[in-house]
Each structure stands twice: as structure tokens, then as C-alpha cells.
């Protein structure tokens, strides 16, 4: 079976970014498919550099990989993304079109666009096209203050309702994305749940990087690690005002992981504090960051408080998760819900910093809590959300949809 897998910001193991498009592909190719991923230029992949035409194509453990010659960067601005984005429908329409024997096509968001080239290639080929949720795109941005109602809202509105009605599938990677597309008209057997997960192989074997440690000089503190994206959603502000907090505790020190538009500001928010605890480490390849989380002892998983926030299940907590951290959450929903039922963290009040900074001293006081917690969370993710069990999930889906007959366009109602 062939499969046509399109995600903009593909990213393998030796960038720093999310890694499932890759550890799923690579599940598949172990199976028997033939996957051919179409992606762009990602600032944390791995193709920066290496594209001079319009495309170019490589084979990355038995993955076909066209990357469209696109750029784009967490510092890019709305002009730049929005460019970014309709570029990458324009190549990936092509590069898609041009792919022989396709039994699917599979597009994964975000961007919400990458719906365009899925629904085309599916169409103009006669074959099913799945649509994978990983944001709820507008509404989520809406929510979060991150996007103002008017027509580019309205439009984003538009394609999205055209993409639950024309896929033959809806992934969702959270159950709370799911209850909330069921809401809007979304049929329940149009939709399956599967988590993003992490990849059990490079975690199966943790040795915690001393030499990332030290670079830092970190040695010797309880490191409470927050490790992802600086974006206006993630509003990691909270964590820098928690800092202050901690000011006194020369034995905790706080580590912000990654890269983002926010950073700039976060860096320079803790110099006006004069805070010496927070840390701002440059990102590391994918293969780095199992040494560079097990060598702390306390994460963050931190969002901007918002009502769409309580639907997520975020990326960076399976990689806590296999890291055998205790996740200390601030929202409530689907995130705080799985982590109270697993006994796998604690959750904070996202008005008050001040609590952030006591969870933090609590699990420091208490090690073998904290270590405790970690266990369970370690034990659960290998046992549950390892990626090669659910790229299973994912081609009995695949499977289903290619036996079914072609369904009505007008299958759902989405409000």
C-alpha cells in the first residue's frame, strides 16, 4: 500500500522539533508501505540548505521525502507565514499530483492548509484523503487572542468545515479535539482518536547528558525543565514570574527548552528581574533530548490560559512522560485529567505564579515523590503511547478507509 503523507514541518531526529510525521512513516516502512512524505523547509528539520530547485528528494530510512523549496520559521512574521503556507499548497499540490500509485493521502496539520493539497491529490486520484487535528484551527486561536474575528478567521472557518466534510477519516490527536468536532456536527464514525505519543526507541535506554548539564551549570540543582515551543500561546511569562518567586532557592533552577518568537522577550524579562535561576538553553537535536530531560528532575507543561487549552494533549508531555518526569500542568481539561488519573504530576493555578513556584519546591523537598511520580508516567507511556503501537492504530484507520466506497461529500454538517 502506498501512502502519500503530507506535513509541512516534517522533522526527523536530527532536528529539533516534533518527530512524529517521522517515527509513524518509519513504523509504516517496517510494515511493508510505501510512503512518500511531501514537506517543506522547516527551520528546526533537517533540509535547511540542501534545496536549490523548486524540489529535492531524498530517502531517509526508507521514506521518500519531497521537500518543496518553502521556508519557514517561528520568527517569521504574519506576512511571512501567511506566504510560507501558500507557497507550500502551491508545491505540495504539484508534488502531490505527480506521485504514481497512491492507494491514500494522509495531510497533517498544522498548518490548517495543508488540508489543500490532501483534498486535491485525493480527489484527482480517486482515493481516500484522511485529515489529521492537531489544533483546532481558528477557533483555538480565536480563543487564545492570538487571531482577531474578520475575514481571514472566516475563511480559515470555511476550509476547515470543507476538510471534515470531504475526508474519509478525522484524526484527532486529543479526546477533547474529538468531543469538540462531535459538538460542531462532526459525525463520531467520521472521527478516531489517536495521541501523538512518543518514540519509545529513543527513550528506551535513558543516560541522563552530564556534558548538557554542565554547560549550563546546572550541577548539583533540582532542574524544573519546560521543553518546547516560546510562542503567545505557550505564555511562558508565567514561568519567568514564577522564577522570582524562587529567587532564594540556589538549589532549583529553571530551564526554558527551545525556541520561539517569545524568546527574545523572555531573555530579556528575566535580565530586567535580575533572575540568575532561569535558564535559556538552545535547542537540541531530537536524538539529544531523552539525556537532556533525564537529567532534570521536574517539568513544565505550560499554556496560555484559554478555554481552547483544555482540549490539547500536548507533544512535550508523552517526552516528559518517557522521561520519566513528574509534569507539573497549568490548565485544566484533557491534559490535567490524564495526568491526575495517572498519578503522574500535579497541577498550579495559571493566575497566580506564586503556586507554580510551590509545586516546584514541594516536589523539590520531596525527591522520592517526585521520583515516585516519574515512574508511573515512565511505565504508562511505554506501555500505551509508544509510537510504533499507535502508527498500528493508525494503518488499521488507513485500511478502513481504503475498503470503504467513496462517501457523499456531504456526509457531515459542521458548524
Request: hydrophobic content about 45%.
Amino acid at each position: 500500500m502506498k501512502l502519500l503523507y503530507i506535513h509541512q514541518h516534517f522533522v526527523t531526529n536530527e532536528g529539533h522539533g516534533g518527530t512524529r510525521s517521522y517515527n509513524v512513516s518509519r513504523a509504516l516502512v517496517r510494515h511493508g508501505w510505501d510512503v512518500t512524505v511531501i514537506t517543506g523547509i522547516f527551520d528546526q528539520g533537517p533540509f535547511v540548505g540542501k534545496v536549490r530547485g523548486l524540489f529535492h528528494t531524498e530517502w531517509i530510512d526508507g521514506i521518500k521525502v519531497v521537500v518543496c523549496n518553502v521556508r519557514y520559521s517561528n520568527y517569521q512574521g504574519f506576512l511571512g507565514r501567511l506566504w510560507a503556507f501558500a507557497g507550500f499548497v502551491m508545491l505540495a499540490t504539484i508534488a502531490a499530483l505527480r506521485e504514481r500509485a497512491v492507494d491514500l493521502v494522509f495531510a497533517t496539520s498544522t498548518p490548517l492548509t495543508v488540508g489543500w493539497p490532501g483534498l486535491i491529490a485525493g480527489y484527482a486520484k480517486r482515493r481516500p484523503f484522511v485529515f489529521e487535528v492537531r489544533d483546532i484551527w481558528p477557533e483555538d486561536l480565536l480563543l487564545a487572542g492570538a487571531m482577531k474575528p474578520g475575514v481571514f478567521a472566516a475563511v480559515m472557518t470555511w476550509m476547515e468545515r470543507l476538510f471534515y466534510k470531504k475526508a474519509s477519516r478525522v484524526l484527532t490527536v486529543s479526546p477533547g479535539f474529538t468531543r469538540r468536532l462531535a459538538e460542531r456536527g462532526v459525525p463520531l464514525w467520521v472521527l478516531e482518536t489517536i495521541p501523538l505519543g512518543g518514540d519509545g526507541e529513543i527513550y528506551a535506554d535513558l543516560r541522563p547528558d552530564t556534558t548538557w548539564i554542565e554547560r549550563y551549570g546546572l550541577s548539583g540543582k533540582t532542574i524544573a525543565i519546560y521543553a518546547g515551543a516560546h510562542g503567545y500561546v505557550n505564555g511562558l511569562e508565567y514561568v519567568v514570574k514564577a522564577a522570582e518567586h524562587l529567587r532564594d532557592r540556589q538549589d532549583i533552577a529553571i530551564v526554558l527548552l527551545g525556541d520561539g518568537q517569545q524568546k527574545p522577550a523572555l531573555r530579556q524579562m528575566a535580565e530586567d528581574r535580575g533572575l540568575s535561576n532561569v535558564v535559556f538553553a538552545d535547542p537540541v537535536a531530537r536524538s539529544r533530548v531523552p539525556g537532556a530531560l533525564s537529567a532534570c528532575q521536574i517539568a513544565l507543561m505550560i499554556l496560555r490560559d484559554s478555554p481552547g487549552m483544555a482540549r490539547v494533549l500536548p507533544n512535550k508531555l508523552f517526552d516528559y512522560m518517557f522521561a520519566g518526569l513528574p509534569t507539573v500542568v497549568n490548565f485544566a481539561g484533557t491534559t490535567q485529567e490524564l495526568v491526575d488519573s495517572l498519578g503522574a504530576g500535579v497541577g498550579c493555578d495559571p493566575h497566580d505564579p506564586a503556586d507554580l513556584a510551590r509545586q516546584i519546591s514541594h516536589l523539590a523537598d520531596h525527591p522520592d515523590r517526585c521520583r515516585a511520580m516519574g515512574q508511573i508516567a515512565r511505565e504508562t507511556a511505554l506501555e500505551k503511547f509508544d509510537r510504533r503501537r499507535l502508527a498500528e492504530h493508525i494503518m488499521a484507520v488507513f485500511e478502513t478507509c481504503r475498503r470503504e466506497r467513496p462517501r457523499r461529500a456531504d456526509h457531515c454538517r459542521v458548524r
